[in-house]
């Protein structure tokens, strides 16, 4: 088998030289364990188990979200939390740029990245797209196809997708028999169809399944035939898109029809390992815009200490290749109340950013570009 997979690297330039360093992979399963030991779950709760007192993190955000997004949300945030956990008297430890990784990708298997449904589309694409001539809602239609009533996936996207990949290539040719048109879903489609069939099962439901640690997922890929057409151009690790996980599932039931092939089943374990790899891989391609982050850095005026050798902020020139999106997090979690101190005595207030503007500012001040090139 022939196969070629992309590796994304950044290359960091400085005055003195050109080295290049690999962005990472982050575990959601390390996430988790994160989430936990950094406090967070005090305050902020996943998919209604934690904290009441922030934002459930499991609640859908938007598709398209980055790290860079994060790194923003989390710099506004910071002020707030670093008061909140003054008052509950909460040492928080310090992060580093694997762990931002991890954690972002933990939120990002906790559905954070979810675009919400309709459920009043959902019902009109289940009757349009003939979904209810073989499926019923509470009771069976057909002999031995199970109701929606008895399906637990409808909570799990990754196992949602691994169902749904597995049935697709039966499916197809039995719709093929009755002359049925192969029903074909937009992740959107598929969003709001869950919310419709959601509300339909009586409440109360187990968490879902989190991504595996993505390098055994690459080597999945291989394994099981993937890397063999998904490669070049078509490799999933080059794709610019941001997936949200019920992205995934809408890509595994509409493949047979772009393919015709039969698909090699894959066990629940092993969709885990595979999304795990797809989910980290795809936030590789973090662009920013380094002469737009100098106005940034400057209309925040982040120069007025960073340029100022007697404030004792690090100056640019040290910053240089480590800011990615997971270093500017790092960064703000180890210095940021103490930036915040020196601020307050300059009377400079925090300041905010939007999620391209910390895309462009870390670009600035990592001075990157980012490269594709093939593995060996």
């Known amino acids: 088998m022939r196969t070629s997979s992309w590796l994304l690297v950044v290359a960091a330039i400085t005055p003195a ?39 459930d993190l499991g609640q859908g955000q938007d598709r398209g979200f980055s790290p860079y997004n994060l790194a923003a949300l989390m710099w506004n945030h ?3 939390m670093w008061g909140a956990t003054a008052r509950e008297s909460v040492t928080v430890p310090a992060m580093d740029e694997q762990q931002a990784a991890d954690l972002f990708v933990y939120f990002y298997a906790a559905g954070y990245f979810e675009t919400p449904g309709d459920a009043k589309r959902g019902k009109q694409l289940f009757i349009a797209r003939r979904c209810g001539q073989c499926h019923g809602t509470d009771s069976p239609v057909r002999a031995g ?13 990754i196992a949602l997708a691994q169902e749904m990949w597995n049935h697709s290539s039966d499916m197809a040719r039995a719709l093929s028999r009755s002359e049925v048109p192969y029903p074909l879903f937009t992740a959107q489609e598929l969003t709001d169809l869950l919310a419709w069939l959601r509300a339909t099962r009586p409440p109360g439901h187990t968490a879902g399944s989190v991504p595996e640690s993505p390098e055994s997922g690459r080597a999945l890929l291989v394994s099981k035939g993937c890397a063999g057409c998904h490669r070049g151009t078509l490799a999933l690790e080059s794709h610019r898109t941001r997936y949200s996980l019920t992205d995934f599932a809408a890509a595994m039931w509409n493949h047979p029809f772009r393919t015709g092939d039969r698909q090699t089943p894959l066990s ?50 040290v910053m240089s290749g480590t800011m990615t999106s997971y270093g500017m997090v790092a960064a703000l979690w180890k210095h940021g109340p103490a930036m915040l101190n020196a601020m307050r005595q300059r009377n400079i207030p925090w300041p905010q ?16 570009q980012l490269k594709r090139r093939p593995s060996p």
Request: include cysteine; hydrophobic fraction near 35%; glycine fraction near 10%.
């Open 353 to 368: 950013f939007k999620g391209s503007e910390m895309a462009d500012v870390s670009a600035y001040l990592h001075g990157l």
């Open 268 to 317: 629940l374990d092993e969709m885990r390992r595979l999304v795990g790899y797809l989910v980290a891989t795809q936030f590789f391609d973090e662009r920013g815009d380094p002469n737009q982050g100098k106005r940034v850095f400057q209309s925040k005026r982040c120069s007025v200490c960073h340029d100022d050798p007697t404030s004792g902020a690090p100056d640019r020139s």
């Open 17 to 55: 030289a050109c080295a290049t360093r690999s962005l990472l992979l982050g575990d959601p399963e390390r996430g988790s364990a994160l989430f936990q030991s950094l406090h967070c779950v005090a305050c902020h709760s996943v998919s209604g188990v934690g904290g009441k007192k922030a934002p």
């Open 78 to 80: 910071a002020p707030a």
């Open 145 to 157: 196809i199970r109701p929606v009533a008895e399906w637990d996936s409808l909570w799990d996207p």
